[in-house]
T-cell receptor, first 109, second 113 residues
């Protein structure tokens, strides 16, 4: 059975304090690993897709990396507007996109 | 470009009532999905439609039905609502390649009393 575990459940950072969010997964044949950002009262917003181990993607203060067992979302010098819930999902087939429970990030000014 | 639009945004039902959640996308995507999101549970797939004219069950289909009305629209129906169906419901669409990202609407917050 495909599984996605995100840690920690919640993370509180000071503005400018860099950190990483973890997504550990087990899947039968990874087709893609996705990172989404979700703001309160909104739907998830797509950030990155990673397809193979060693791949990296960057967007502003965010950098996503992928190994055969886990993915990290690195946040460099975060700002309060980076506060959100970050979701990780792995896809093995069309009907099997498995989401983690999310990491709630709070960045204090 | 609206993306994925869901209506209504909020709904309160009594146990046993029925309702249909509407979803439309304007990105010409082939695939559409219905998820529910509950605290501590993550997003769970209810039904999906890989293309116009086809629908399939997901992880938690019991108590729901769907209709892929055309390429743009995918509706979710609760025939007899139960308190366990209190949740936030998200519709999503996806381009042809099944490992391309999903695009989500902003959800319908449903309470069943």
């Amino acid at each position: 059975e495909d599984q996605v575990t995100q840690s920690p459940e919640a993370l509180r950072l000071q503005e400018g304090e860099s950190s990483s969010l973890n997504c550990s997964y087990t899947v039968s044949g990874l087709r893609g690993l996705f990172w989404y950002r979700q703001d309160p009262g909104k739907g998830p917003e797509f950030l990155f897709t990673l397809y193979s181990a060693g791949e990296e993607k960057e967007k502003e203060r965010l950098k996503a990396t992928l190994t055969k067992k886990e993915s990290f979302l690195h946040i460099t010098a975060p700002k309060p507007e980076d506060s959100a819930t970050y979701l990780c999902a792995v896809q093995a087939s069309r009907s099997k996109l498995t989401f983690g429970k999310g990491i709630t990030l709070s960045v204090r000014p | 470009n609206a993306g994925v639009t869901q209506t209504p945004k909020f709904q309160v039902l009594k146990t046993g009532q029925s309702m249909t959640l509407q979803c439309a996308q304007d990105m010409n995507h082939n695939s559409m999905y219905w998820y529910r999101q509950d605290p501590g549970m993550g997003l769970r797939l209810i039904y999906y439609s890989a293309s116009e004219g086809t629908t399939d069950k997901g992880e938690v289909p019991n108590g729901y039905n769907v209709s892929r009305l055309n390429k743009r629209e995918f509706s979710l129906r609760l025939e007899s609502a139960a308190p366990s169906q209190t949740s936030v419901y998200f519709c999503a669409s996806q381009a042809s390649s099944y490992n391309s990202p999903l695009h989500f609407g902003n959800g319908t917050r449903l309470t069943v009393t």
